[in-house]
């Protein structure tokens, strides 16, 4: 810039050059906290990725070996495996001489456990909506005395920490007999999922004009007409928002489910995947394919569904 | 908060319609009975009850006694060493937890604010820590933090850092940050995409307004951008707190408490009173305690943050 002479140039210069030169290192600068942001979200999961393919002799390898040399199925052929041929200790090295019986026999666990989690993370689901969408609805769309303070009470049983309700759930749980069995999972799980719901909805439902229902009921529609073929239609984005969050609330759960189940007959994937990490003898790589199953189904619905989950999440923020 | 806001908004709306609506309250309550039912009978109930218990020596090794002992139990637990160990780790664990996700989350949003190529994809990814279960987080650093295979002295090793592999969560003095830095790992993504929301909300004028009145680049940061985040800030710190200080599911997996009590925090101490000292009348007792203590820091985090707004 210094190299121009008459003023005239030089200020033609400076709004030519600077926003080049100031363009790069923005872009620079972009990438570089882009590259770091990415670094930070991805690293770990990448990792154990990458574990979950190394064999027992790679995975104890220094320093580690950050893509695997030889990647193996042999930690997942394991979770699907049947029972005749699984791993047991006196098969051990004839059928796995590479891991050498590091695999434990609870792996075929994982299958029933996720069969278990979709049970249950599909009953809280079905149950939310049945439950959650009249009552965000008669919040939303409904005049009556105590609408803001059942908002509130809704709300408010959030406050309450999940381990403060864990001894009286465990006392009347055993009380009916349903320990180890997945309703105890469906009804407490309802409990902790539906206030959200019913708040996510009943935001949505409040953007939604009260014309509409007017207009449906001059046609001589029921409330409950109304409501189905009016206001859902139009709330389906929400719906879906809910849905999700139900899922993988139920799906994530793991202390109540630790507390109130038992055996496979009702344990669900975390509950499953953590008894791996408490064996010392386990090998990480196998752990870290338990992981990787426990992991999947949730992420690729977040991926899949990225747009309706950030609009659920940032609901309650635009307006507060 | 917001649900505060929400409800004030809309009873106010609600107001001009009510005349059209004479039968429905009726309507309304049927609506909502379902959702009450299930607060009522699983969250109400319970913890009424256990209020109840906790004033009752209730043990189930010695299942056929339970004598009435009043306030006994708050007095006991409150006497033992132990428990302010667990309230300075939850202390600790929660105001380190709060700090960083708070600071990792502005400089993500303030990255994502940014228009470039790639930005929605980079928005997309962030869910993923979020979306992923609790229990295989802690998996995924434990074995990141594994003291002869890990990545963490992999990489430390190999950077030149350190000259030979360290036991990190086996060292009482990093334990509770190594168990934090998971848990942040998981909650920076929800407070990013709040405080991005918030920071998206910032009338353009402001900028303009400060840019006309001589304010260069870092002093719009200073005093336009920071202050109208207050509203996003609120919300992540009451939500990350609020999270923090019930943490169970790391301690679980990670340390179990340990080592040297390193890591005991408030839950683990209501975990390990009631299933496996199997003392439901203390534990009940300490879980009040936690559950009062998360209600006052709801309430004075919203107070203090609230009055400055």
Redesign the interface.
């Known amino acids: 810039m210094s190299v121009a002479v008459a003023s005239g140039t030089r200020r033609t210069e400076r709004y030519r050059v600077r926003p080049r030169a100031a363009g790069i290192a923005r872009a620079l600068g972009l990438f570089v906290a882009s590259a770091l942001t990415l670094v930070y979200l991805l690293g770990p999961v990448c990792w154990m990725v990458s574990s979950s393919f190394q064999n027992e002799a790679e995975i104890t390898s220094v320093p580690p070996h950050w893509i695997p040399d030889h990647p193996t199925l042999r930690n997942f052929e394991a979770i699907v495996e049947r029972p005749s041929r699984a791993v047991t200790y006196e098969t051990r090295s004839k059928i796995d001489p590479v891991s050498g019986g590091y695999i434990p026999s609870t792996a075929r666990n994982l299958l029933p456990a996720m069969g278990n989690s979709l049970i249950v993370a599909g009953a809280v689901v079905l149950l939310n909506l049945l439950a959650g969408v009249p009552a965000a609805y008669a919040l939303a769309k409904i005049h009556f005395r105590g609408r803001a303070s059942s908002i509130y009470f809704i709300l408010s049983t959030r406050v309450v920490p999940d381990i403060a309700l864990v001894v009286p759930f465990f006392l009347f749980i055993r009380k009916l007999g349903l320990l180890d069995n997945l309703i105890s999972l469906i009804v407490t799980y309802l409990a902790i999922t539906v206030p959200f719901t019913v708040f996510i909805l009943v935001n949505y439902f409040e953007a939604l004009p009260d014309e509409l229902d007017k207009a449906a009921r001059v046609d001589g529609c029921s409330r409950l007409q109304a409501l189905l073929h009016v206001y859902l239609p139009l709330a389906v984005p929400s719906l879906v928002a809910v849905t999700l969050f139900a899922f993988l609330a139920s799906w994530n759960e793991f202390l109540l489910a630790l507390m109130f189940t038992q055996t496979i007959a009702s344990q669900t994937v975390p509950i499953v995947v953590a008894s791996f990490a408490s064996d010392f003898t386990i090998s990480f790589s196998f752990i870290n394919a338990a992981g990787v199953i426990a992991v999947i189904p949730p992420v690729i619905l977040a991926l899949v569904f990225e747009r309706y989950i950030v609009s659920g999440l940032t609901a309650g923020a635009v307006k507060g | ?3 505060a ?7 106010v ?3 001009s ?2 005349l ?2 004479p039968y ?2 009726r ?3 049927l ?2 009975a ?3 039912t ?2 009522a ?7 009424l ?2 209020l109840y ?1 906790s004033f009752f020596s209730l043990k189930l090794t010695r299942p056929l006694r339970v004598p009435f002992v009043g306030l006994d139990n708050y007095v006991d637990v409150v006497q033992q060493d132990i428990f302010w160990v667990a309230v300075s780790r939850t202390v600790v664990f929660t105001v380190v937890s709060v700090i960083a996700v708070a600071v ?1 989350a502005l400089l ?1 949003a303030l ?1 994502l604010d ?1 228009t ?1 190529r ?1 930005r929605r994809l ?15 987080n ?7 933090y ?1 003291s ?4 963490l ?2 990489v430390l ?2 950077a030149g850092v350190i000259r030979h ?1 360290l036991a990190w969560l086996g060292d009482p003095a990093k334990t509770l940050l190594l168990i934090a830095n998971a848990f942040v ?1 998981k909650e920076v ?2 407070a990013a ?2 405080i991005l ?2 920071m998206k ?1 910032i009338p353009e004028d402001l900028y303009k307004a400060a840019t006309v009145d001589g304010a260069n680049r870092p002093q719009r940061f200073l005093h336009v951008t920071l202050p109208s985040l207050r ?2 800030f609120m ?1 992540v710190v009451v939500y990350v707190a ?1 999270v923090a ?2 943490q ?2 790391l301690i ?2 990670l340390t179990e408490g340990g080592p040297a009590d390193a890591s005991h925090v408030m ?1 683990w101490q ?2 390990v009173e ?2 496996r000292n199997l003392s ?1 009348g203390t ?2 007792a300490l ?2 305690i ?2 009062i203590a ?2 006052a820091l ?1 309430y004075f985090i919203i107070r203090a943050l609230g009055q400055r707004l």
């Open positions: 908060m917001t649900e806001r929400l409800a004030n908004s809309s009873v709306r609600r107001r319609s009510v059209w609506l429905e309250p309507t309304a309550w609506l909502l379902p959702v009450m299930v607060l009978g699983v969250t109400v109930f319970p913890i009850y256990s218990v990792i993500i990255l940014q470039f790639g980079l928005g997309a990814l962030l869910l993923v820590p979020w979306a992923i279960p609790s229990v295989a802690g998996l995924m650093w434990k074995w990141i594994d002869h295979y890990g990545a002295n992999g090793l190999q592999y790992w993504p929800l995409i709040l929301v918030t909300s509203p996003g919300l609020m200080i019930r169970f599911d679980f997996i839950s209501i975990y009631t299933f439901f534990g009940a879980s009040y936690l559950a998360t209600f709801a």
